[in-house]
Every structure is written in structure tokens, then in C-alpha cells.
């Protein structure tokens, strides 16, 4: 025999032999109406067991408010004793409601449903170290009912978070050491559903900084929040473009910081996600429910470019890069101390008299350690002098971000120090490595390198010009129709267009600069119902917003392939699976943009 059976039969022999005493003049508005008693059995969910800073799940008292068919209280009483409640209700229809674990000030001020329809409890309201538990259910007859069994609901939501590191590359260190939820409400309505405006919402919500990192989610520490019911918004199949698209400001989120060091970064880097039903369109958070957020890191952790990966506490590790001269009385060095992640060290080698530079020992490449150089002299007692310099070739172009070793010939080439320095006139566009004549390419604009010989101080200059890279890419949007009786698709409309591949919303300067230029020859080919259909199509960018939002409108040069009428869910499937594109590649340079598709 299990508890409610057990239950069942206490309240049942209580009622038959009035061994539970009602003051129905104390605890009715109206004494008029005819009175029913009734037997209440209460139940919740089955508690999740989780480390620490778990609320109780036990119910310590109920308060018990029932109202007639017209919406006016009837009945109202408190009980400590939850295995044991006998109540009086209206005979006929009637709306049974329960608040446990939170004093209301005085109940029968809630004497009509709209009153108690209205109740909600703020951020920051105690059940004394409990979860605060609430149900409110309409029954159509009392008397057709022995016992009537009230599943209550936590007024909250629990969310717990788990991490995944195993796919991080070997050099990452990665420590958790704060989660805090954001955007949080700040009240929720005890007996309707609670969609929160702006103006009810708190920017920061609760937070842990102890246990941050559990093995799994019943050891984890959980964080609670009031029911935030936002709805589905937009339309992405990948988590890192889920957005809310009007109500950003009322959809909860959780940001994770974590400690991160790497050999080419550390400091501090936050993470952060929108809660919700799943991880691309639904912010819905409903109360007495348990999220398992399990986040999962891969390679270097931080190489998506998004919201949801802010990198403003991080820095370039830096290393100690010494060098020494050989033999110790062939030259000097210079430039040695600290240089960041990736840099190249711009040291230099100064020969002394009748001595010539031969070169460093390793070559000088981008700094990923600390290092130690050797500058390499050797003995030249007769020598060649230098009588002209030549930069190969006088002008370049590079993209942001690239390289390239400069070249120049000495005169005459039997010239006994043939060492060069270079310079750039503006680091800024581009740096080069004074002694490899290695150039890195930095921002956009035009730079003069100049190659000076270390013996006469002839120079030579090249012309670079450092163009900033843009990608040009083909997306496709999908829209269907529905059977309005099976849901399944019976129509589908594929639109192919082109846009700049950038951060959205799209910086439009960049995109309306290389419009009129961009014109991108695509073949297309596809099957339908078992018919080969192939095509071409000229695509343009779009002058508005990029498309960056396709799923409303798509303007600029487009192609719309409709899929033929009436079709199966499982033809339009095939028929887009078998879709092939296929683009005719190009890049153009245009001001200081080098457009590639």
C-alpha cells in the first residue's frame, strides 16, 4: 500500500467520524451557500538531488483558498498538517487553489479570483530556506471526487551547468570560476503564466562562484530563477546565431566567466548563452523545471567570433627574446626583451670593423617561447664596398594579415657585406622585421618599405599597398508549406543570394563600397520528381542590409527555385539535398577592399 492510498483512507475515516474539526464561519466569506466537505491530497514532482545551495523541497505549511462559480471566495484556511487536509467547498463547479510555503498577509483580502489571479511575489520573497509552491485548478463537482489530488508547482526554475573539456587543444588551460545568470525576472505571478516586460526584468540574476566545475549535474551547484515565458524567436539551426529579434532586453542568459591561458593568450574570457527550451529559437523558462546546460569546448575555446564569446579581458602572452653575439668581438646586438605572441623579433646585428654579418642562428621566426639568438660574424680583413641597392619588386600587394619576405640585390654582388635593414614608413599598415626583411601586412592603407645596405647606407623603396580583406558568399534561405492536417511539407521555395560574409548587422559602408562592383556568375543543378534540372544565375549584393535577415526579405541580384506542385515531404527532400551550386571564383581590388568569392 503506497502513501496516497494510505493517505486516502486516514482522510476518508477523518470525515466519516469528524474527527477533523472546520470553523466554517471563520474561514468562509459567505455562510449562505451550501457547503461541501472535501478531502485534498497534495503532491509535487519527485525532488532533483543536487551538491549545495539546494532549496528544500518539503512542505512546511499550505494555505487553501476556494472560490464559488462566480469567481468569489468561499473558503480559506491554513494547514501545517499537509497529510491531513479536510476542506469545505461550494457544492457545484469551483476553483480549488493552493500557496505553500509563503505567508499571505491575510487571505480573505484575496476574495474574488481576479484578486488572487493577481498576486505576485517579488525577488528577494523568502519561504523561509523553501522552495514556494503554488496550483490552482478548476473542478466541476466536489461530490463526484473522494479525495482531490493537487500536484504543486515550484514557483522557480533550476538550472545546473556542466562543462566538457576534453576537446580542447593541449596548450589550453581553462578554469571556471563564475556563472551568473543575467536578465532575470523580478517577480513572477503565483497562478498565471509569467512573460515579463523590460521593466520587470533585472540585468544581474543570482550567481555561484564555489563549485563551478562539477563532474556532472546531481553534484552541481544549482541557480534559481522566477518563470520567464519570451517565446520563439528567429529562425537559425546554429546555437551561436541564436538571438532574440525584439525582446532582447526580458530574454534570460547565462554568462560563465573563466580564467584562460594559452601559449599565445590568457586572462579572462566570458561565455555566454540564451536559456530556453533549446539552444536556437526557444526562450521559454518554465517553473519547476531542471535545465542541464552541458557546454562544450573545443580547440582553442575562443575562435568564434560572436556575442556569446567576449574577449575583452584577454592579452597576447608575451616571451623573453634575448640574442649574443659570435664571435663576442664580431658585433654588437640590440632590440632583445619582451615581444608578444606571433610578433617577429626585430632584432639587430651591427658588424664591427672588418667584420661582416652572416646571419641568425636559428632564423628569426614569430615568437612562440622564449628564445635565445645568435648573431653570427665573420673575419673580412679585405672587403668589396657597396655601390647600389634593389628592392624585387618595386610595388606589392598584401591582404591584412598576410606575409612576405622582401628581396633585394646588392651591388655588385661580389660586395663583401651584403647585410640590408629595412624599414616600413607606417607600422601601422605594415611592420617588417629589420633583419629578415619579413613584412606583416597590419591594416589597410599604403606603407613605403625602404631597404638600406649596412655598408654605404645606399637605399632602395617599394611601394606597398596593405588591402583589407572580403569574403563574398552564397547562402541559401528555405521556406515551406505545411499540410494544415499532417504538418508535413508540401511546398518548398529555395532562394540562392549573395551577401558579404561579416558580423551581422552588417557594416554597411563596407558592403554599399563593393556593390557595384560584385557580379557572381553561379550555375545551379538539381533533381525534381526524378527530372535533372540545371540553370545560371547572376548574383549581386544587397545595398540595404546585406540580407542579413533572408528569412524576411532578400534584396539584390537572387534566384528562386520553387519545387514542383504537389510534392511529398519526401520528394522536396530530395529534391534539396540533390541541389548543387556551383561558383564561377573571382576576387577584385577596389579602394583598399580585395573582394574575394
Not at 7 to 17: E, K, L, N
Not at 297 to 319: K, N
Not at 539 to 555: K, Q, R, S, V
Request: overall charge negative; some cysteine; proline content about 5%.
Amino acid at each position: 500500500m503506497n502513501r496516497k492510498q494510505i493517505i486516502r483512507i486516514i482522510i476518508i475515516f477523518q470525515i466519516i467520524f469528524g474527527c477533523n474539526t472546520i470553523n466554517p464561519i471563520e474561514n468562509r466569506l459567505s455562510t449562505q451557500e451550501k457547503m461541501e466537505k472535501i478531502s485534498i491530497c497534495l503532491s509535487t514532482k519527485k525532488p532533483i538531488s543536487t551538491k549545495s545551495n539546494n532549496l528544500s523541497e518539503e512542505i512546511e505549511n499550505v494555505i487553501i483558498l476556494i472560490y464559488n462559480q462566480f469567481g468569489q471566495l468561499a473558503y480559506s484556511n491554513s494547514y501545517n498538517d499537509i497529510d491531513n487536509i479536510v476542506a469545505l467547498a461550494p457544492v457545484g463547479m469551483c476553483t480549488i487553489a493552493a500557496v505553500a510555503n509563503y505567508p499571505l498577509s491575510n487571505p480573505l483580502f484575496y476574495d474574488s479570483l481576479e484578486k488572487l489571479r493577481s498576486i505576485k511575489i517579488e525577488a528577494g520573497s523568502s519561504g523561509e530556506g523553501n522552495n514556494i509552491f503554488s496550483r490552482i485548478i478548476e473542478v466541476e463537482n466536489c461530490r463526484d471526487l473522494d479525495i482531490i489530488e493537487l500536484e504543486l508547482n515550484k514557483i522557480v526554475a533550476m538550472f545546473t551547468f556542466v562543462f566538457d573539456k576534453s576537446d580542447l587543444n593541449p596548450d589550453i588551460s581553462l578554469n571556471i570560476t563564475n556563472i551568473e545568470l543575467k536578465n532575470v525576472p523580478a517577480s513572477v505571478s503565483l497562478f498565471e503564466s509569467n512573460v515579463p516586460a523590460s521593466s520587470d526584468i533585472i540585468p544581474r540574476g543570482p550567481y555561484i562562484s564555489n563549485n563551478t566545475d562539477p563532474l556532472g549535474h546531481e553534484e552541481a551547484s544549482p541557480l534559481y530563477i522566477f518563470e520567464n515565458l519570451q517565446g520563439i524567436s528567429g529562425a537559425t539551426s546554429n546555437p551561436s546565431l541564436k538571438a532574440p529579434m525584439a525582446n532582447q532586453d526580458c530574454c534570460s542568459y547565462a554568462e560563465i566567466s573563466a580564467q584562460y591561458s594559452s601559449t599565445s593568450k590568457s586572462g579572462t574570457v566570458k561565455y555566454r548563452i540564451y536559456l530556453g527550451e533549446n539552444n536556437t529559437t526557444n526562450f521559454n523558462i518554465h517553473r519547476d523545471t531542471h535545465y542541464k546546460e552541458s557546454i562544450k569546448f573545443t580547440g582553442t575555446g575562443i575562435s568564434e567570433q560572436s556575442w556569446r564569446v567576449d574577449l575583452c579581458d584577454l592579452s597576447d602572452m608575451e616571451y623573453q627574446i634575448d640574442a649574443i653575439a659570435i664571435p663576442p668581438e664580431g658585433g654588437t646586438v640590440s632590440n632583445c626583451g619582451r615581444y608578444k605572441y606571433g610578433t617577429i623579433p626585430n632584432l639587430e646585428a651591427i658588424p664591427s670593423s672588418n667584420y661582416i654579418f652572416t646571419g641568425w642562428l636559428p632564423q628569426i621566426v614569430p615568437v612562440t617561447s622564449n628564445m635565445t639568438y645568435v648573431a653570427n660574424f665573420s673575419f673580412s680583413p679585405s672587403s668589396v664596398a657597396v655601390t647600389g641597392i634593389s628592392i624585387i619588386p618595386p610595388s606589392l600587394e598584401l591582404d591584412e594579415g598576410e606575409t612576405y619576405i622582401a628581396g633585394a640585390v646588392i651591388c655588385p654582388s661580389n660586395a663583401t657585406n651584403k647585410g640590408v635593414i629595412w624599414s616600413s614608413s607606417n607600422e601601422s599598415i605594415a611592420t617588417i622585421n629589420c633583419n629578415t626583411g619579413q613584412i606583416t601586412a597590419r591594416s589597410k592603407g599604403t606603407t613605403t618599405i625602404t631597404a638600406t645596405s649596412v655598408d654605404g647606407g645606399h637605399t632602395s623603396e617599394m611601394i606597398l599597398k596593405v588591402f583589407q580583406p572580403v569574403e563574398i558568399v552564397v547562402n541559401i534561405n528555405e521556406l515551406f508549406e505545411y499540410d494544415n492536417f499532417t504538418d508535413k511539407k508540401i511546398s518548398a521555395v529555395i532562394t540562392i543570394y549573395a551577401r558579404v560574409k561579416t558580423d551581422v548587422p552588417s557594416n554597411m559602408t563596407i558592403v554599399r563600397a563593393l556593390a557595384q562592383f560584385i557580379s557572381i556568375n553561379l550555375h545551379y543543378s538539381y533533381i525534381d520528381k526524378g527530372q535533372s534540372i540545371s540553370g545560371n544565375t547572376v548574383l549581386t549584393l544587397n545595398e540595404i542590409n546585406n540580407n542579413d535577415t533572408p528569412w524576411n526579405y532578400i534584396i539584390g541580384g537572387s534566384d528562386i527555385i520553387i519545387f514542383t506542385q504537389p510534392s511529398t515531404e519526401e520528394e522536396i527532400e530530395e529534391a534539396i539535398n540533390s541541389l548543387t551550386l556551383t561558383i564561377t571564383h573571382c576576387s577584385i581590388y577596389t579602394g583598399l577592399y580585395h573582394a574575394k568569392w
